[in-house]
């Protein structure tokens, strides 16, 4: 009796791990026809039962440029409902990430064909659908490449540290919530304590419910809408602050 139910519990874990894998292949195959981007994994385990992890994830731009690399990503699973192509999970979590971001003369960003693409509403039943209230973003490393303006420095910040819950993907919106953000860049800005609610859409940003705290600001209770001014290309992006309670250090601001 206990050699079958440990022969079963064997094959049961076999079966899962197979079906879980060929799922997470098939759902990356789908988000990279959705995205239009070239994802690749170096590796699928699965822990546990309900714990995907992922080594070596890859997402190319449209330029078949790195926009982002990350050497580990785990993902707690929820709830997994094969007939209704529905995948939940608890928690996401991405280690030792890096990100490029680029920004054109056209004021486009090289990331924003996802944004755009996360925000068309996509009905059709033959697609995965995947949801996930919980972000981490741990050990990252961003570069930021004004393609304008060569002469200026590129910005390099790492160390970043990030936490995202309350995530909604709506037709023409996203929003979600930072709960916390802490990243230096090595040089004058070393932001210990970031949270806000943020809601993006195809021409805007916002950015409420603001608490900040760096080495020489402290700003709480604030709001910042950014537009994106996309249908104008001889138009620069334009920030509205809304300060309360605040100091601000402009050499950080700069």
């Not at 789908?30 to 994994?41: R, Y």
């Not at 996401?92 to 004021?107: P, R, T």
């Not at 755009?116 to 039943?125: A, F, G, H, K, P």
């Not at 979600?176 to 195809?202: P, R, V």
Request: charged share 25%; net charge negative; aromatic share 12%.
């Amino acid at each position: 009796m206990l050699l079958f139910a440990i022969t079963g519990a064997t094959s049961f874990a076999i079966f899962s791990s197979k079906v879980q894998t060929f799922i997470t292949h098939k759902i990356i195959e789908q988000i990279s026809a959705q995205l239009n981007s070239d994802i690749k994994i170096g590796k699928v385990d699965i822990e546990f039962f309900n714990k995907i992890v992922l080594t070596d994830v890859l997402i190319k731009g449209q330029k078949n440029d790195t926009i982002w690399f990350t050497k580990l990503i785990t993902a707690n699973i929820d709830s997994l409902k094969i007939k209704d192509k529905r995948l939940i999970l608890s928690e996401l979590n991405f280690d030792n990430n890096k990100i490029a971001v680029e920004h054109d003369s056209l004021n486009h960003f090289n990331f924003s064909f996802i944004f755009d693409s996360l925000q068309r509403n996509d009905e059709s039943s033959s697609l995965w659908k995947v949801y996930c209230n919980q972000f981490g973003f741990h050990n990252s490393k961003i570069s930021y490449d004004n393609l304008v303006t060569k002469e200026e420095d590129d910005i390099f910040v790492y160390d970043i540290n990030l936490n995202i819950s309350e995530f909604e993907n709506f037709k023409d919106s996203v929003q979600f919530k930072i709960n916390s953000l802490n990243f230096n860049d090595g040089n004058k800005l070393y932001l210990e304590e970031f949270s806000a609610d943020i809601i993006t859409t195809n021409k805007l940003i916002e950015i409420n419910n603001l608490n900040l705290k760096s080495k020489y600001s402290d700003i709480s209770n604030s709001n910042v809408s950014i537009f994106l001014n996309k249908n104008n290309q001889n138009k620069n992006i334009e920030i509205d602050f809304e300060l309360n309670n605040s100091e601000i250090g402009f050499l950080e601001l700069a």
